[in-house]
């Protein structure tokens, strides 16, 4: 018999020979937050905050997250209906959904303070949310058209997002001595197919950002890893991409294939969970072998 069903029927044995109702409630309680690893051991379920996470990749990432067993906090700013649509889907006792505009610190304060106060803890958090831009190659600004107004959009979404929601979680990673940050990048840093300038810069940020974070809070158990992946088939980012760049991008890579949503949310589960504690530091790029490191 598996460990955790063996607890659940001692615990039960125990505090209803004792009479003690309310001492039972409370330990099932903290047994719905666990899972067993391979070795039968009761673990807490992790908690990952998931920013953009409504639709496109985030959404991957948090049903992907939520199938193998994690509570998910899904973070949106305008589209609600898909937010709440995936918290039916997920369960609410598996998923949240918060709105927040995560270049407003005040906002994300409060994006963490509802999450930890919902599932008592936030254990991961994925640096996703795009803000402002799509993978559109024949609207793109060459470089002499861009403005300075441009970079600062694209910093400010990537940036300046990525520095308020670990800013604001790091106390309670810090207290706990454990804590993952994964940052969504991009491959496009290593081979710009398509000269997307003020994004690629932007996401090629978070690499300094990210190795920075991780030599620094090492000591305190948390790890910071970059997760790149090649351009998407599809989101609504890359609704826009032409079938021609597709085909380039597959034709060019070893597995001839472009890569996926669910490729990309395959790796952030598996940084997610205790099986990569021993990872930081590092940008794990994940585009079917396009480029390679």
Not at 50 to 68: D, W, Y
Not at 79 to 89: G, H, P, Q
Not at 230 to 244: H, I, Q, R, V
Request: net charge neutral.
């Amino acid at each position: 018999m598996p460990n955790f069903y063996y607890a659940i029927i001692c615990i039960c044995a125990t505090f209803l020979k004792e009479g003690c109702v309310f001492l039972l409630y409370l330990s099932l309680y903290h047994l719905s937050f666990s899972k067993t690893n391979s070795m039968g051991v009761v673990m807490m379920k992790r908690t990952v905050l998931v920013t953009g996470s409504s639709r496109g990749l985030g959404s991957a990432i948090v049903k992907e997250l939520a199938h193998q067993g994690f509570k998910v906090v899904i973070n949106y700013y305008k589209s609600k209906d898909a937010a709440e649509e995936l918290v039916s889907i997920l369960g609410k006792e598996n998923a949240i959904a918060i709105c927040a505009d995560v270049t407003n610190r005040a906002e994300v304060d409060a994006l963490v303070k509802k999450a930890t106060e919902y599932f008592g803890q936030i254990d991961v958090v994925v640096n996703n949310a795009l803000v402002g831009f799509k993978f559109d190659p024949n609207k793109q600004k060459s470089f002499t058209e861009l403005t300075w107004e441009d970079y600062q959009k694209q910093l400010d979404g990537t940036l300046k997002a990525a520095f308020n929601v670990v800013q604001s979680v790091i106390p309670q990673f810090i207290e706990r001595r454990n804590g993952s940050i994964i940052s969504i990048g991009t491959n496009l840093y290593q081979n710009p197919v398509v000269p997307y300038h003020e994004y690629t810069t932007a996401k090629a940020g978070l690499i300094g950002f990210t190795r920075n974070i991780a030599a620094e809070l090492g000591q305190f158990g948390i790890r910071a890893n970059v997760v790149s992946g090649g351009l998407l088939k599809t989101t609504d980012a890359s609704a826009f991409t032409t079938p021609e760049v597709f085909d380039l991008i597959a034709q060019s890579t070893p597995l001839k294939k472009v890569t996926s949503p669910e490729d990309v949310a395959n790796m952030v589960a598996y940084l997610s969970s205790e099986n990569a504690d021993g990872i930081t530091g590092q940008n794990l790029t994940v585009d079917g072998g396009l480029t390679m490191n």
